[in-house]
């Protein structure tokens, strides 16, 4: 059976197999390639479309200035950002993007309003713009040598723009944890973090990171693209203390974006995010 159904992006064609009957007749081989093809066809046609319009979000300056930057539009503001293509952590990578276009398209089911935010490895600060653009109090940390472009970005979009002015701290993955983010007093209700996992060998203080900054009620909102093993290894270990769901799925940019929360919580309400 073919079915409607609504991904948090858009409307998606769902295919619905069994081993009984289509429509009242027994489904041939023929039957059900053209089935698939028409869920494929349309589940493309759809990713090609929510990407491009992502991708427009993106804009280039008219003439070469002494510092390189990329412009964004999101939350209803123009976001400069200077980058290093010296630095994987200094450039914005499209998984940034899709959270951006996510966080601005689904305001009302993720009210970052008054929320406490922080991002892990925050990059150049887009992701973190964006969410203190909506109304967030928002913590951006990376490695000490990306904080000075990352402070000075934040610094440049956000003042006398946002109800609460963004803060920029190191947080080096698993070093100082309980130091720089003790539990007692530390409390995020939403954790982001937009391709941090690739191919480096910090794994496993990562996912320490997450383990130690998610508190029960905490959600994590995090975009990944996937390129080696490591990441379907990392997912598979991440869900060991983590319940994960699929918001959205892009498979032209190889990105998926997902939610997660403790696996040890409270038996909560059901996610506004999942349909």
Same mark, same amino acid.
């Given at each position: 059976?073919?079915?409607?159904?609504?991904?948090? !992006?858009?409307?998606?064609?769902?295919?619905?197999?069994?081993?009984?009957?289509?429509?009242? &007749? #027994?489904?041939?081989?023929?039957?059900?390639?053209?089935?698939?093809?028409?869920?494929?066809?349309?589940?493309?046609? %759809?990713? &090609?479309?929510?990407?491009?319009? #992502?991708?427009?979000?993106?804009?280039?300056? $008219?003439?070469?200035?002494?510092?390189?930057? %990329?412009?964004?539009? !999101?939350?209803?503001? %123009?976001?400069? #950002?200077?980058?290093?293509?010296?630095?994987?952590?200094?450039?914005?990578?499209?998984?940034?993007?899709?959270?951006?276009?996510?966080?601005?398209?689904?305001?009302?089911?993720?009210?970052?309003? $008054?929320?406490?935010?922080?991002?892990?490895?925050?990059?150049?600060? =887009?992701?973190? #713009?964006?969410?203190? =653009?909506?109304?967030? !109090?928002?913590?951006?940390?990376?490695?000490? %040598?990306?904080?000075?472009?990352?402070?000075?970005?934040? +610094?440049?979009?956000?003042? /006398?723009?946002?109800?609460?002015?963004?803060?920029?701290?190191?947080?080096?993955?698993?070093?100082?944890?309980?130091?720089?983010?003790?539990?007692?007093?530390?409390?995020?209700?939403?954790?982001?973090?937009? $391709?941090?996992?690739?191919?480096?060998?910090? +794994?496993?203080?990562?996912?320490?990171?997450?383990?130690?900054?998610?508190?029960?009620?905490?959600?994590?909102?995090?975009?990944?693209?996937?390129? =080696?093993?490591?990441?379907?290894?990392?997912?598979?270990?991440? /869900?060991?203390?983590?319940? +994960?769901?699929?918001?959205?799925?892009?498979?032209?940019?190889?990105?998926? +974006?997902?939610?997660?929360?403790?696996? $040890?919580?409270?038996?909560?309400?059901?996610?506004?995010?999942?349909?």
């Amino acid at each position: 059976m073919v079915a409607m159904c609504d991904t948090g !992006f858009g409307s998606r064609l769902c295919l619905r197999l069994s081993r009984g009957q289509a429509t009242g &007749e #027994i489904r041939t081989p023929l039957l059900e390639h053209s089935l698939w093809k028409a869920v494929r066809d349309s589940g493309e046609k %759809e990713d &090609e479309q929510i990407v491009a319009e #992502i991708m427009e979000r993106r804009f280039f300056p $008219d003439h070469i200035a002494y510092k390189t930057w %990329e412009g964004f539009h !999101f939350a209803g503001h %123009e976001i400069r #950002i200077t980058e290093a293509t010296d630095c994987y952590g200094a450039v914005v990578w499209p998984s940034a993007l899709v959270l951006c276009y996510f966080l601005e398209t689904h305001s009302k089911q993720c009210n970052l309003v $008054d929320k406490n935010v922080i991002e892990i490895g925050a990059g150049t600060g =887009l992701v973190s #713009i964006v969410a203190s =653009l909506l109304g967030a !109090f928002v913590t951006a940390t990376d490695l000490p %040598e990306l904080l000075g472009n990352l402070e000075y970005n934040i +610094l440049q979009n956000t003042k /006398q723009k946002c109800k609460h002015q963004p803060c920029v701290k190191e947080l080096s993955w698993g070093i100082d944890l309980e130091k720089n983010f003790p539990r007692s007093s530390c409390h995020f209700d939403y954790i982001m973090a937009a $391709d941090v996992v690739y191919y480096h060998p910090f +794994l496993d203080e990562l996912l320490l990171t997450f383990d130690h900054l998610c508190k029960n009620d905490t959600v994590i909102l995090w975009a990944m693209k996937f390129r =080696l093993e490591n990441e379907n290894r990392f997912v598979d270990r991440f /869900q060991t203390l983590f319940d +994960l769901e699929m918001i959205s799925n892009f498979p032209s940019l190889n990105i998926a +974006l997902y939610k997660a929360m403790r696996k $040890d919580r409270m038996k909560a309400r059901p996610s506004k995010l999942k349909v």
